[in-house]
Nanobody, 118 residues
Framework: QVQFVESGGGLVQPGGSLRLTCAAS????????MSWYRQAPGKERELVAG????????NYADSVKGRFAISRDNAKNTVYLQMNSLKPEDTAVYYC???????????WGQGAQVTVSS
């Protein structure tokens, strides 16, 4: 019964910031890498950031490097995505999942809608 609950999305102007939160359950969170994905209208889901289970090594898509930061709190079974300097092309529904570079679970949450517009 793996579950993900994403929150923190919203409407923001270009250059603004948002922080997304993902609450995970149904598996041993501390033993799992975690990742954020996004899916824009008419586009395929893409990996935007990943973080390892323990030492916090991270990986980012080229399109978000220097602007987004993934982090986690194993005590809270939570992973975060800090998004700065947002661009209209960041508009998408953002999802979290287990795994490093590829999704670990077939279960997906509802996602958090992020809309970047003037």
């Amino acid at each position: 019964q793996v579950q993900f609950v994403e929150s923190g999305g919203g409407l923001v102007q270009p250059g603004g910031s948002l922080r997304l939160t993902c609450a995970a359950s149904g598996f041993t969170f501390s033993g799992s890498a975690m990742s954020w994905y996004r899916q824009a209208p008419g586009k395929e889901r893409e990996l935007v950031a990943g973080i390892t289970n323990a030492n916090g090594l991270t990986n980012y898509a080229d399109s978000v490097k220097g602007r987004f930061a993934i982090s986690r709190d194993n005590a809270k079974n939570t992973v975060y995505l800090q998004m700065n300097s947002l661009k209209p092309e960041d508009t998408a529904v953002y999802y979290c999942n287990g795994g490093w570079r590829t999704p670990r679970f077939n279960s997906w949450g509802q996602g958090a809608q992020v809309t970047v517009s003037s």
